[in-house]
């Protein structure tokens, strides 16, 4: 039997569009639409949701903070949604083919 893995609710956000989600961060170039590029930054294991930098953002990723606008919290729904239209590449991918 399969069980499937409650989510804490500590770990949900509350989205205007889909409710209680599971939540991530995006940087602000992806959430303002400038980035062309989205690295999907995987979750811990047994959780859901991701975070997503652009590829600006992913190389110096210690300089973000959601209080100085560099993050900004997502539902996961909502952050699949931004990065739709934007090539999207796992974060071992994309560390593979930019050295």
């Not at 209680?20 to 989205?38: E, M, N, Q």
Request: glycine share 12%; aromatic share 6%; net charge positive.
């Amino acid at each position: 039997m399969h069980r499937r893995r409650k989510i804490a609710h500590g770990h949900l956000v509350t989205c205007r569009r889909h409710g209680k989600s599971p939540g991530g961060v995006v940087c602000r170039h992806i959430h303002d639409g400038s980035a062309r590029v989205a690295v999907r930054i995987p979750p811990p294991p047994g959780e859901e949701g991701s975070d997503y930098l652009c590829d600006r953002c992913v190389r110096h990723p210690w300089d973000l903070q959601v209080g100085n606008g560099g993050l900004v919290a997502a539902c996961m729904w909502c952050a699949r949604k931004g990065t739709q239209h934007m090539q999207v590449f796992d974060l071992d991918e994309y560390a593979r083919s930019n050295p």
